[in-house]
């Protein structure tokens, strides 16, 4: 998955001259977080909604509201932004961002393209939506979780008991974080599947390899089968 068919684009902006009310006019409107802050058609910095309240009166009940509309009309985006923000690619993966954004603990950056312009933006959102996609979760069906041996052939052999059930796969994640020395979790979500064969395909799965969990979405049902470990 690449930046470049997740982010949104074109980003809204604001421009570094405007003010704080500007910002606010445009983020209530788009419903966005984050505006990249442009001068001379140059990408300059970031200007999020944590910023703005960051900047805005403390206390509103203590000071003349002619005076918060002052502040909020007068205070440039130069003034509260950050600069040099940290940008991305649109060829790099959702998952490099993800991890960017985690590390920097920040909520989304620009994209520019290898020239330096702006050609959109990428969120956490942007983020939880990719990943929403890739798991099929919108299909529903069921998800089994299960820890496999860490070998060649392990993930055939489970995946092969479930389309033996005339169950669709969606989609097939494995991590070896958390994982037990020589094994890796895989998570696996189906579609199609004959409930009334469903014990059925657990009791295979469990011959084959720990099953650790079965989440039926469709039918609200979550049935956990101990420690993995």
């Known amino acids: 998955m690449l930046v470049n068919d997740w982010m949104s684009s074109p980003a809204i902006t604001v421009g ?46 203590l000071i003349d509201v002619k005076q918060v509309l002052y502040h909020l009309t007068h205070v440039k985006i130069g003034a509260i932004m950050t600069n040099n923000p940290v940008t991305v690619f649109p060829d790099q993966t959702v998952e490099e961002v993800a991890q960017l954004l985690l590390d920097r603990n920040i909520s989304g950056c620009p994209v520019v393209d290898h020239g330096g312009n702006l050609v959109g933006i990428i969120t956490k959102n942007d983020i ?64 199609d599947v004959d409930r009334d064969r469903l014990s059925e395909i657990k009791a295979e799965l469990a011959d084959t390899a720990k099953l650790l969990y079965v989440a039926d979405l469709r039918e609200g049902i979550r049935e956990t089968y101990g420690d993995p470990y």
Request: proline residues 4%; hydrophobic residues 45%.
């Open 16 to 61: 570094v001259d405007e003010s704080m009310q500007r910002a606010v006019e445009l983020m209530t409107e788009s419903r966005v977080g984050m505006l990249p802050v442009m001068a001379n058609g140059k990408l300059v910095g970031v200007v999020t909604d944590r910023d703005l309240k960051k900047a805005a009166p403390s206390s509103v009940v």
């Open 128 to 191: 939880f939506r990719a990943l929403v996609s890739v798991s099929g979760l919108r299909k529903k069906g069921v998800q089994f979780g299960l820890l496999l041996e860490d070998r060649p052939g392990s993930i055939k052999e489970v995946t092969d008991i479930i389309r033996r059930h005339q169950c669709r796969l969606v989609s097939i994640m494995t991590t070896y974080d958390r994982a037990p020395e020589g094994f890796r979790f895989a998570y696996i979500r189906a579609f």
